[in-house]
């Protein structure tokens, strides 16, 4: 089970840090990802990182803002959310992959390539 949390409300420019501590399991054991959502538009991939965090990658529209990392030794993953935008508000959700690397690594953008996620956390950014 993952449990996200750290969201809020925070003005343009600002930081947030979310968590993502996971139960029941050992994190070190899977490849991580956290995804973003609006109502009424698709789960959108956000950022992922590889088992041992020495290798992230990010969408687009957050590259260079956001930060994701991840403290095995806690069976905790963070995203570092930096200069905030009114765009970036959404649920923001933390996902954990079962699949071999490299399969995960081809579909490591998508929904599919997760088995499990977390409740979620909101993040409003006003203007």
């Known amino acids: 089970q993952l449990q996200a949390s750290g969201g809020g409300l925070v003005q343009a420019g600002g930081s947030l840090r979310l968590s993502c501590v996971a139960s029941?399991?050992?994190?070190?054991?899977?490849?991580m990802a956290w995804f973003r959502q609006v109502p009424g538009k698709e789960r959108e991939f956000v950022a992922a990182?590889?088992?041992?965090?020495?290798?992230?990658y990010y969408a687009d529209s957050v590259k260079g803002r956001f930060t994701i990392s991840r403290a095995n030794a806690e069976n905790t993953g963070y995203l570092q959310l930096n200069s905030l935008k009114p765009d970036d508000t959404a649920v923001y959700y933390c996902?954990?992959?079962?699949?071999?690397?490299?399969?995960?690594?081809?579909?490591?953008?998508?929904?599919?390539?997760?088995?499990?996620w977390g409740q979620g956390t909101q993040v409003t950014v006003s203007s």
């Open positions: 990182i590889v088992k041992s965090g020495g290798v992230t």
């Open positions: 029941g399991r050992s994190i070190s054991n899977y490849d």
């Open positions: 996902a954990a992959a079962a699949l071999i690397r490299s399969v995960w690594w081809e579909k490591r953008a998508e929904r599919a390539a997760y088995n499990s």
